[in-house]
C-alpha cells in the first residue's frame, strides 16, 4: 500500500525532486496551505517578495543566471494579474520556470467569490502549457509534466492552478520520477556539409548571435568560428545576454534596433549567418527594412519559431548550437584548407581597427572629455561604473537611456556575467538582479538602473536586505522618462513632456533605500565617483547608490 501524504507536502517533495532549491513567493489565503507545508520541508528556501511581479522577475533573474528550472508562487486571480508583465519577460527571455497559484476550492469557485478567476485562461498567452489540478491522484503526472515542458527546449514558462482542496486533502500517491529531454541535437552530415559550403562561399560573411548562444554554452564555439572564417560578429539587436566574447578580433558590436542603422551597418555583407533566435528584433515601425535587398541568411537554431520568422533562410537547421558548431568546425577547416586560412586571416587585419576592443579605446578617450561636467554625463557614470566593478562581477542592466554604452565598454566572458532588459517591460532590472544574487552568492552583482524603471519595483530591496546579498543597485536619477522625452521629440516634433517628469517633488531614493533596510549614497560629484562605486562594491551587504545625471534630452 502507498504512504498517505498530503497534496501541499507531495507538491513540495515534487519540486525538490524537480531540482528545485529555492521557492519564490508571495502568500496569500489560497496558498496557506504551501506555507504550513514549509516547515516539513526545510531544505526548500522560501523567497518572499512584496508584490507579485517581483515575485516572478526575482524568479526569472534566478534562472537566468543558473540556467536552471525555477518554481514561484502567487496569490490567486489578482496576483497572477500582477505577475503578468514579468510573466511576459520570462516567455520573451524562455526562462524555465513552474509559475503555480492558489485556487479556491473547486465547488467554492463555481460561487465565484472574492478574489476567484478563471487563472488557466488568463495564464494561457504567455506560457508553454497551463493546466490546473482535478484530482490529487493527478498532481505528480502534472508536476512532472510541467517540468519537462519548461526544461524542454525551446525552454519557456508554464502554468498550474492549485485548488485548496487539493493540497489538503490526502492519499496514497506514487510521486513518478524526474524526465528530462535531452536536445543536443545535430544536423545530419549532409547538412552540415552543405551548411559549411555556403559559408565558403560568402566573400564577406557576418555573423549575429542571440540568446541560444548563452542557453547553449557557445560562447567559445561562436567565437571560434567567427575567427576561423575571419567574419565580423555582431550581437542581434536585443542583446540581453552575453552573447559574444567582446575581446574576439572577430566582435564588432551590437546592432542598432533601429531599422536604418541595422540596415547600414549590414549593408556591405553577403551572407547573415544567425545563430539562435530573430537577428532583426526592431523596437519601433519604420518604412525602411532592417535586412539590406540581396543579404542572404543560413540560420541555426532550436527555437524553430524565430528560425526564419521574418525572413527567409537559404539554409535552415533546427539543431542546438554548441553540437553544431563543434560539429561545423572540423567540417569548414577540411573543407576550405589553407585557402580559408589565409582568407580569414586578412579579414581579420581588417576587421583590427573598427573591432569591439579598437572601438572600445576610442570610446573611453571621447567619453572621458565630459569627466567633469554636472549634472553628471550618464556616459562618464556608465565609465565609472565599468571600471569600478570587480573583474567576477555580475551586471544586471536596465538603465535604458543612461545604459546605451555599457555594452561597448564592459567585454562579455561567460555566459552570465550580463544580464539585460529583453522584451521592454519596465521594472524587471532591480528584481531580476535579487534573483541573480541569490544564484550566485559568491559574485558581487551590480544592478544598473534608470530611476523610472526602478520606481516599478523599488520594493525589491528589501528583499535584498532580508537576505543579506552582496548586490549594489546604481540608479541613474535623471527626474524622468528620459527615453519617452527623446522619441516624442524625435517622432512629433514635440518638446511639451507632459506626465514624463517626477522632480515636483522629487524621487529620494537614497531615502527609500534606507526605509527598506539598505545602506544608501546619493553621489552629484563626478570626482566622487568611481571612488564611491568602487568603495560600494567592494563592501559587503545591499547598497544603493543614487547618483545624478544629466536629463536634457
Not at 508536476?143 to 519537462?148: I, M, S
Not at 565598454?409 to 541573480?436: F, K, Q, T
Not at 506626465?499 to 515636483?504: C, K, L, T, W
Not at 531614493?509 to 544608501?520: R, T
Request: proline share 6%.
Amino acid at each position: 500500500m502507498k504512504n498517505k501524504i498530503t497534496g501541499r507536502s507531495a507538491f513540495l517533495a515534487l519540486l525538490k525532486d524537480e531540482g528545485i532549491t529555492h521557492l519564490f513567493g508571495n502568500p496569500g489565503t489560497t496558498e496557506l496551505p504551501i506555507m504550513h507545508a514549509l516547515k516539513d520541508h526545510p531544505d526548500l528556501t522560501y523567497v518572499m517578495a512584496m508584490q507579485e511581479s517581483l515575485v516572478v522577475a526575482i524568479a526569472d533573474g534566478y534562472s537566468r543566471a543558473s540556467g536552471k528550472l525555477v518554481a514561484c508562487n502567487v496569490h490567486v486571480a489578482p496576483g497572477l494579474g500582477n505577475a503578468m508583465g514579468s510573466l511576459y519577460n520570462a516567455q520573451f527571455t524562455g526562462t524555465p520556470m513552474i509559475l503555480t497559484a492558489g485556487q479556491q476550492e473547486q465547488g467554492h469557485g463555481l460561487m465565484e467569490p472574492v478574489l476567484y478567476g478563471p487563472l488557466v485562461r488568463m495564464a494561457e498567452p504567455l506560457v508553454k502549457w497551463a493546466v490546473e489540478v482535478t484530482r490529487l491522484e493527478d498532481l505528480p503526472r502534472v508536476v512532472r509534466r510541467a517540468a519537462k515542458v519548461a526544461t524542454t527546449p525551446p525552454t519557456g514558462p508554464v502554468f498550474i492552478s492549485l485548488p485548496g482542496d487539493i493540497l489538503n486533502s490526502e492519499a496514497g500517491i506514487d510521486l513518478g520520477r524526474s524526465t528530462r529531454i535531452d536536445a543536443r541535437t545535430k544536423p545530419s552530415d549532409d547538412a552540415l556539409r552543405a551548411f559549411a559550403a555556403r559559408l565558403l562561399k560568402a566573400e564577406r560573411p557576418v555573423i549575429v548571435t542571440m540568446d541560444e548562444v548563452v542557453k547553449s554554452d557557445a560562447l567559445k564555439e561562436a567565437a571560434e568560428l567567427a575567427e576561423l572564417l575571419g567574419a565580423a560578429a555582431y550581437q542581434s539587436s536585443t542583446p540581453y545576454g552575453s552573447h559574444f566574447l567582446s575581446e574576439s578580433p572577430s566582435f564588432v558590436g551590437t546592432l542598432a534596433r533601429v531599422q536604418k542603422a541595422a540596415r547600414d551597418t549590414l549593408a556591405p555583407y553577403d551572407l547573415l549567418i544567425a545563430l539562435g533566435g530573430d537577428p532583426l528584433r526592431m523596437s519601433v515601425h519604420s518604412e525602411v527594412d532592417a535586412l539590406p535587398d540581396g543579404l542572404g541568411i543560413v540560420q541555426v537554431g532550436l527555437a524553430d519559431w524565430e528560425i526564419a520568422k521574418n525572413y527567409g533562410a537559404e539554409i535552415a537547421l533546427k539543431a542546438e548550437l554548441k553540437e553544431t558548431l563543434r560539429a561545423l568546425i572540423p567540417v569548414l577547416k577540411e573543407l576550405g584548407g589553407t585557402t580559408l586560412a589565409s582568407c580569414a586571416r586578412q579579414r581579420l587585419a581588417e576587421l583590427a581597427p573598427k573591432n569591439w576592443t579598437a572601438r572600445r579605446a576610442a570610446l573611453i578617450e571621447q567619453i572621458s572629455k565630459g569627466a567633469g561636467r554636472t549634472p553628471i554625463d550618464p556616459d562618464f557614470l556608465v565609465l565609472q561604473m565599468v571600471e569600478a566593478m570587480p573583474d567576477h562581477a555580475i551586471l544586471v542592466d536596465e538603465g535604458l537611456t543612461s545604459s546605451r554604452q555599457i555594452t561597448a565598454l564592459r567585454p562579455h566572458r561567460d555566459r552570465y556575467g550580463y544580464h539585460g532588459l529583453a522584451s521592454g517591460g519596465i521594472g524587471w532590472g532591480l528584481p531580476a538582479s535579487v534573483g541573480v544574487s541569490i544564484a550566485n552568492p559568491d559574485r558581487p552583482v551590480v544592478c544598473f538602473s534608470g530611476d523610472g524603471s526602478a520606481m516599478y519595483s523599488i520594493q525589491a530591496l528589501w528583499t535584498a536586505a532580508h537576505h543579506k546579498l552582496p548586490l549594489n543597485v546604481v540608479i541613474a536619477n535623471n527626474g524622468g522618462y528620459r527615453i519617452i522625452k527623446q522619441r516624442l521629440l524625435a517622432f512629433h516634433g514635440d518638446d511639451n513632456y507632459v506626465g514624463m517628469d517626477f522632480v515636483d517633488p522629487p524621487v529620494d531614493f537614497a531615502g527609500i533605500a534606507k526605509a527598506l533596510g539598505c545602506e544608501a549614497i546619493r553621489v552629484s560629484d563626478p570626482r566622487e565617483l568611481k571612488a564611491t562605486l568602487a568603495s560600494a562594491f567592494g563592501r559587503p551587504g545591499t547598497k544603493l547608490i543614487e547618483v545624478m545625471v544629466d536629463g536634457k534630452v
